[in-house]
């Protein structure tokens, strides 16, 4: 049974940093995407940062140039480095995994099929 536990979220102060872990168990699969998604308050799910089995990453303009998506092989844990925090960046925080595909990682939560149960973040001006 496939699990997905986050882990690093909290609260800071705009401007700060936090790293969010997300360690996957009970699965030997190879070839996957993940990714992190968010969830405001009153707002939808949506997908922030994915990467695929080789590495390759896509994130949403919101994020780009402050968030960093990547992954531990050995460990099966995928991480996010989070920098220049911002107000609007506060949310739940969750990882999913697809295991259907390989290659071309989605960030429409609708692709993901294994769900964590989320960390939350709080970002303060």
């Known amino acids: 049974q496939v699990q997905l536990a986050e882990s690093g979220g909290g609260s800071v102060q705009a401007g700060g940093s936090l790293r969010l872990s997300c360690a996957r168990t009970?699965?030997?699969?190879?070839?996957?995407?993940m990714g992190w998604f968010r969830q405001a308050p009153g707002k939808e799910r949506e997908g922030i940062a994915a990467?695929?089995?080789?590495?390759?990453?896509k994130y949403i303009d919101s994020v780009k140039g402050r968030f960093t998506i990547s992954k531990d092989r050995r460990t099966k844990t995928l991480y996010l480095q989070m920098n220049s925090l911002k107000p609007e960046d506060t949310a739940m925080y969750y990882c999913?995994?697809?295991?259907?595909?390989?290659?071309?990682?989605?960030?429409?939560?609708?692709?993901?099929?294994?769900w964590g149960q989320g960390t939350q973040v709080t970002v303060s001006s």
């Open positions: 990467l695929d089995t080789d590495g390759t990453t």
């Open positions: 999913a995994a697809d295991f259907r595909r390989r290659w071309l990682p989605p960030l429409s939560p609708d692709d993901y099929n294994f």
């Open positions: 009970g699965d030997s699969y190879n070839n996957y995407c």
